[in-house]
């Protein structure tokens, strides 16, 4: 995905719980825009399926909530993560290489600035690790 003005893969919840790619995406105001992909393989399969039981689970609690109005930018989702995704202390995954959990889906924020710290942290790691 590099670079400052490409878009970001996304797909329709529904779709993604159902692993179906998505015909159509909703107008975004992420700029400079999403582009509809089958996020199942995007990401492995570890992190797919717990999304997935997540949206089914919270949907039991929340009836609506699993919708195709819905839409994952690569991935996110509009609830607070109750788990933390693992990672060094290199901000890395330990196990997915260039992988770097950041912000409150991660857990690792509360907020919309503390989210913003830590993917400032998680760009700085990124980038010592490019330049050396």
Do not use: W
Request: proline share 6%.
């Amino acid at each position: 995905m590099g670079g400052g003005n490409q878009v970001v893969p996304a797909q329709r919840m529904k779709d993604f719980v159902y692993n179906k790619l998505s015909e159509s995406l909703p107008d975004s105001s992420y700029k400079p825009g999403i582009k509809s992909v089958n996020l199942n393989e995007v990401f492995p399969d570890f992190i797919t399926s717990t999304l997935k039981e997540g949206f089914l689970n919270f949907n039991q609690k929340l009836k609506g909530y699993l919708t195709n109005d819905a839409v994952l930018h690569a991935c996110e989702s509009r609830t607070s993560s109750p788990v933390r995704i693992p990672r060094n202390e290199f901000l890395e995954h330990p196990g997915v290489n260039g992988l770097y959990p950041c912000g409150e889906g991660a857990g690792y924020a509360g907020g919309i600035i503390s989210a913003a710290i830590d993917g400032v942290k998680c760009v700085v790691a990124i980038s010592e690790k490019l330049v050396g």
